[in-house]
């Protein structure tokens, strides 16, 4: 298949990342290869194996729910009719990374883009940027939760606020979704669960996030994430444990235009970094970990 469209590079806080045209695209199914539906087949058979007794059941359910299968990509206009009906979201093909304020839009307004190419096969381990199979199969299941779906909406109401507010702003909203949408763990009665797209779609971070001795797994607290740093070239140093989805509904109602103005005062937190106020599930022994232990 052709690979996508790379219009320019952009310096975000994820990195020096690829920006595509950020035209809504319609997904070439059509045009999707053997080669490429193998991937995903791969792929999700793999982690779906992994997840049950990982992921929160939720995100499981979701995926059946949706009708997603290893036996091909699955076509966004068959999923848009369930997910439609049980949330009002809509999927929306894109070329991969949006600019920050395009991103948020979309989400405000309940659509969220998904990268219609799926890696090489060659990539099936690690790919630097976020494909069909991190978007579809990591973030879209839990768009069919109603909290998370809310949440998801809220999301991106307060990024085009921040955007309004300044880059110190954003930074700070970009740890909660780095935090909670892409590593989020959530504790559960069977004991700590994955939510985070970034760990489902990992195979590594799947089982490093919950069995590592080496990470920091710490109870979520809104300001306490807002102020900590992260890695994005390793696996996450710490994990937030949040209680529920509605715990994350009910951190972000208020305004968070005054957090900004605290937060701007502040020192962030290194990502390794344990506080004495911390809810500490396990503290990391932080093994494998580079010297650079500021970061
Ligand atoms: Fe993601």
Not at 12 to 35: C, F, L, M, N, S
Request: proline share 5%; glycine share 8%; hydrophobic share 40%.
């Amino acid at each position: 298949m052709n690979q996508p469209r790379r219009v320019e590079h952009q310096e975000t806080d994820k990195g020096y990342v690829p920006v595509y045209t950020t035209a809504v695209v319609e997904q070439p199914w059509a045009d999707y290869k053997a080669e490429d539906h193998a991937t995903w087949g791969a792929l999700y058979q793999r982690q779906r194996e992994l997840l049950v007794g990982r992921a929160c059941d939720e995100f499981l359910r979701a995926q059946d729910e949706m009708g997603m299968t290893p036996h091909a990509i699955p076509r966004f206009d068959q999923l848009n009719e369930v997910l439609g009906a049980a949330t009002g979201w809509t999927l929306v093909g894109v070329e991969g990374l949006l600019p920050e304020l395009e991103f948020f839009d979309h989400l405000a307004n309940r659509r969220f883009p998904v990268t219609w190419w799926i890696r090489r096969p060659d990539q099936i381990d690690y790919i630097a940027e976020p494909d069909l199979f991190h978007d579809l199969f990591g973030h879209v299941p839990l768009l069919m939760n109603p909290l998370f779906a809310d949440y998801m909406e809220a999301y991106g109401r307060g990024g085009v606020k921040a955007h309004g507010i300044g880059p110190e702003a954003l930074v700070n909203l970009t740890r909660l979704y780095w935090y909670t949408v892409e590593f989020g763990l959530i504790n559960t009665p069977e004991g700590l669960r994955i939510y985070g797209s970034g760990i489902v779609s990992s195979k590594g971070e799947s089982l490093y996030s919950l069995e590592s001795d080496a990470p920091n797994r710490i109870g979520f607290d809104l300001e306490r994430v807002m102020r900590t740093r992260y890695r994005i070239d390793t696996f996450q140093k710490t994990y937030f444990v949040i209680d529920s989805f509605a715990q994350l509904i009910a951190a972000t109602e208020p305004d968070f235009t005054p957090i900004y103005a605290r937060l701007a005062q502040r020192e962030a937190f290194a990502a390794g970094k344990v506080l004495e106020s911390d809810q500490v599930f396990t503290r990391g022994s932080g093994e494998g970990w580079a010297t650079d232990a500021d970061v």
